[in-house]
């Protein structure tokens, strides 16, 4: 089993920044993707983006493209997610999630390749 804890949710104004962190536990695990989503009140949840172990290879979203970056600290077994220029639009719950094996980038972003997930941490834009 893996664990994965997110912090670094908040309130925080539009135009402002936020660093989210996932902190993973459990097995040791390689070759597997991190990803970020998140979810909105009465909307599916929908990717964000995404880390490959080596932190080599990153994917996003169009829409958080030049606004967000994801890296990762293996040897604190961490993945962060820096979010900048937030708007209102990305109030949502921002979950982490590990995927076993590692993804393609075809199919990163979907949702159902990922096997473990983290709880939460609710993220606030105010306007």
């Known amino acids: 089993q893996v664990q994965l804890v997110e912090s670094g949710g908040g309130l925080v104004q539009a135009g402002g920044s936020r660093r989210l962190s996932c902190a993973a536990s459990?097995?040791?695990?390689?070759?597997?993707?991190m990803g970020w989503f998140r979810q909105a009140p009465g909307k599916e949840r929908e990717f964000v983006a995404a880390?490959?172990?080596?932190?080599?290879?990153?994917y996003y979203a169009d829409f958080v493209k030049g606004r967000f970056t994801a890296s990762r600290d293996n040897a604190k077994s961490t993945v962060n997610l820096q979010m900048n220029g937030l708007k209102p639009e990305d109030t949502a719950v921002y979950y982490c999630?590990?995927?076993?094996?590692?993804?393609?980038?075809?199919?990163?972003?979907?949702?159902?390749?990922?096997?473990?997930w983290g709880q939460g941490t609710q993220v606030t834009v105010s306007s």
């Open positions: 999630a590990v995927s076993l094996p590692s993804l393609t980038a075809q199919v990163v972003g979907d949702r159902n390749k990922y096997s473990y």
């Open positions: 880390i490959s172990w080596s932190g080599g290879r990153t």
């Open positions: 459990g097995r040791t695990i390689n070759n597997y993707t």
